[in-house]
């Protein structure tokens, strides 16, 4: 039965595709975010089941009157400032955004009796990988301040959980990727400079390895997360469970572009953004999502990557860069 689904962070790169998913099994679909994207705004002029609003979730009101007004079946929660290098920039804002905003939704869920909410959460939270793959009892002990934010995020919402009776579920998402990835690093940066035709070389962290998820199956295991009717467990990692490494990633661009030429140096572990140290990573245990939610990644490496060259080379070829 379709229902109403508030999503925050609707005018994101994964929010867009996540409301983009809803629309089209049939949801009703409020999109909040800061300022309505001109996807989201094409969206809902087109005639689909949106509601657009603009809203800041660090504003008690703002929040309250999303839910007073609109009256929503459930939460997708997907607002935040996302990254390790975006989130050390701005520490506070983090805190603001990441944390207060989660709480206040949790409040006016309280209030307004919605019960469940799926937050897409992250890898960050479990710090440093102790072992090649990790399942979801994995100690979360965060190292970045992104990482600590979503962490806070996923605490507050079993506080409210145990005491409110609310369900608030946890997507852990890693290094998602795909067509219009909106930040500047990898595998975009390597795309973009082999359609260029331009040599492109990383210095460090050819041998990190960490988990890659196409952005269709972070969309498919956080809509599974969001339907499941009765939750064993409040954190699912949603990801591939294999690891490939910063060199591999680069060879499979040059597998698909011929003649490209991009390539990572082991001049030293992986900096985000050329300067936060990385974490150490590695492969996500999807087990559990397999087995409760009937979660199955359909993109590997190579076809992801395939799939991001072929829309930014539209990209590319319409907007004549």
């Not at 603001?96 to 919605?114: C, K, T």
């Not at 954190?235 to 060879?251: Q, S």
């Amino acid at each position: 039965m379709a229902k109403k689904i508030l999503v925050t962070g609707a005018s994101g790169w994964l929010g867009s595709a996540l409301v983009e998913a809803l629309l089209e099994r049939g949801d009703a679909v409020v999109g909040t975010d800061l300022m309505v994207s001109p996807t989201i705004a094409a969206f809902a002029a087109g005639g689909a089941n949106l509601t657009a609003v603009a809203a800041d979730l660090g504003e008690w009101h703002q929040v309250m009157r999303l839910f007073e007004k609109h009256k929503p079946d459930a939460v997708i929660h997907a607002a935040a400032i996302v990254g390790v290098i975006q989130c050390a920039d701005i520490p506070i804002k983090a805190q603001r955004v990441n944390v207060e905003g989660s709480i206040n939704l949790f409040e006016a869920m309280r209030l307004h009796n919605v019960k469940r909410l799926v937050h897409v959460s992250t890898e960050e939270t479990y710090g440093d990988f102790l072992s090649d793959v990790i399942d979801e009892d994995h100690p979360q002990k965060p190292l970045s301040i992104y990482g600590l934010t979503k962490l806070a995020a996923e605490h507050y919402g079993r506080v409210y959980s145990r005491d409110h009776g609310l369900e608030c579920i946890n997507v852990r998402t890693c290094w998602v990727y795909g067509p219009h990835l909106p930040r500047l690093r990898m595998p975009r940066t390597f795309v973009e400079a082999a359609l260029r035709g331009e040599p492109f070389h990383q210095d460090d962290g050819g041998n990190l390895a960490v988990d890659q998820v196409y952005i269709d199956d972070t969309v498919q295991g956080v809509l599974l997360a969001l339907d499941k009717d009765k939750h064993r467990y409040d954190a699912y990692n949603i990801a591939t469970g294999v690891a490939p490494t910063l060199r591999d990633t680069a060879d499979a661009v040059n597998r698909a572009i011929p003649g490209a030429k991009i390539s990572v140096g082991d001049s030293g572990p992986y900096h985000h953004g050329g300067k936060v140290l990385s974490a150490v990573k590695g492969a996500l245990d999807i087990s559990r999502a397999k087995n409760e939610l009937g979660y199955a990644p359909r993109y590997d490496l190579q076809r992801g990557i395939d799939s991001t060259i072929a829309a930014t080379r539209a990209r590319m070829n319409q907007s004549g860069f």
